[in-house]
């Protein structure tokens, strides 16, 4: 996969998946060590550019490319240059005549890393993009189902809330599809795009009955920077509809996962009291995962040494 871009998973079959999956495995094992660095990628220059505002998305890139002894450099161009596509090309390929080996973009409007890829020479990893995908995130909650659960054939999982302008939705229908796991969603009717059950899922608009047997329940943020007015009556109403309690959990498999991309709204998509409780809420394995998944992307994208299977020879020497 070197010098390729990650735009999309729409754009991944079932086998890169399964590799970008595999090598995080082993990324994950170098996040457990006393010194989490391996020099693989030392040398190499890495350029998070987000348009868009981010805190955990860009911390753990900036994470991964330090474990992999990458230089990391942030740049967070001001929001008012967005809407000119131009000058967003034109920073990015000042960037990159800076010898950039990765550039990690997010932006505010679909599409944009993809323009941005066309004309650049180094691989493109997509952060998020508007409503389209943020494929990182999706790779990490499967990773995260696969860690717990063994595997994502056949895994039932419920994602509710959110879907019309979600990009982490589109991202996880794609992989989950492709790696034939059974997608339920559910939400208000003004919160679904028309054409989402063309996608390969099954759409219901009530929370209990697309929980019923769920052993993963993804619960999304209500994108208000998005929706410009709520597609709902109230914030108390939708949280009475769609809110995530114990008491709903309870239709779910035994031993079900509660996942949540994050930034969580408390008591508007999910209740404290199920996203604090450790048998059931992964949402911080989420984020840990989530290093160890960008790890493996900028790995694999970035063209690290070829000897990452084996006890990276040097580790530590970049402390
Ligand atoms: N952090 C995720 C994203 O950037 C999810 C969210 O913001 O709700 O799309």
Redesign the pocket.
Known sequence: MIGRDLLGIEDLDRSEIERLLDTADHMREIGEREVKKVPTLRGRTIINLFFEP?T??KASFEIAGKRLSADVINFSPSSSSTKKGESILDTAKTLEAMDADAVIV?HEVSGVPRRIAEVLEAPVINA?DGAHE?PT?ALLDAFTIRERLGRLQGVNVTIVGDIKY???VRSNIHLLTKMKANVTLAAPPTLLPTEIDKMGVRVVHNLDEAIEGADVVMM??I?LERQGKLSFPSLREYYNTFGLTRERLRRAKEGVLVMH???MNRGVEIASEVADDPHVSVILDQVTNGVAVRMAVLYLLAGGGPDWRAPMAGAGDDR
């Open positions: 981010s955990r998305t997010r998020g943020h995130q979600s990009r982490v999304l943020r994108q991309p994050g930034p």
